[in-house]
C-alpha cells in the first residue's frame, strides 16, 4: 500500500506564511511526479503547483509567485511554501503523486486525506 500524510495546515491572517509537507511511503519503485491541489466549499478541487521527479515545476496562475514548491527525492517528501496568503486562498489541500509501486506496474494517483488552510483576520 501506500500512503501520503500531509501536515502544517492551519489559521493564519492574511498576508501570513504556512508551509505544507507531504511525506510518501509504502512499496514505492519510482515518483514521477507529486503535487499539491485543494478544493474550496462549492468549489471543485483545482491544482495549486506539481514538481515532477526531474525538477521541473509548474503553477496555477493564481499563485502569482506567492507558492514554492520542493521535493526532498530521498524522503519522498514534498513541501509548499505558501506566502502573502489572501482569503481567497482558504481551502482544503490534498497532496497528490503519482508513482508506480514496481517495476511492472504503471502509474498510478495517490491523494493525501487534506489538511485544512483558513486565512482569515
Known amino acids: 500500500q501506500v500512503q501520503l500524510v500531509e501536515s502544517g495546515g492551519g489559521l493564519v491572517q492574511p498576508g501570513g506564511s504556512l508551509r505544507l509537507s507531504c511525506a510518501a511511503s509504502?512499496?514505492?519503485?519510482?515518483?514521477?511526479?507529486m503535487g499539491w491541489y485543494r478544493q474550496a466549499p462549492g468549489k471543485e478541487r483545482e491544482l495549486v503547483a506539481v514538481i515532477r521527479s526531474g525538477g521541473t515545476t509548474a503553477y496555477a496562475d493564481f499563485v502569482n509567485g506567492r507558492f514554492t514548491i520542493s521535493r526532498d527525492n530521498a524522503k519522498n517528501t514534498v513541501f509548499l511554501q505558501m506566502n502573502s496568503l489572501k482569503p481567497e486562498d482558504t481551502a482544503v489541500y490534498y497532496c497528490?503523486?503519482?508513482?508506480?509501486?514496481?517495476?511492472?506496474?504503471?502509474?498510478?494517483?495517490?491523494w493525501g486525506q487534506g489538511t485544512q488552510v483558513t486565512v482569515s483576520s
Open positions: 509504502g512499496t514505492i519503485f519510482s515518483i514521477n511526479a
Open positions: 497528490n503523486a503519482k508513482l508506480r509501486r514496481s517495476d511492472r506496474d504503471y502509474s498510478a494517483s495517490y
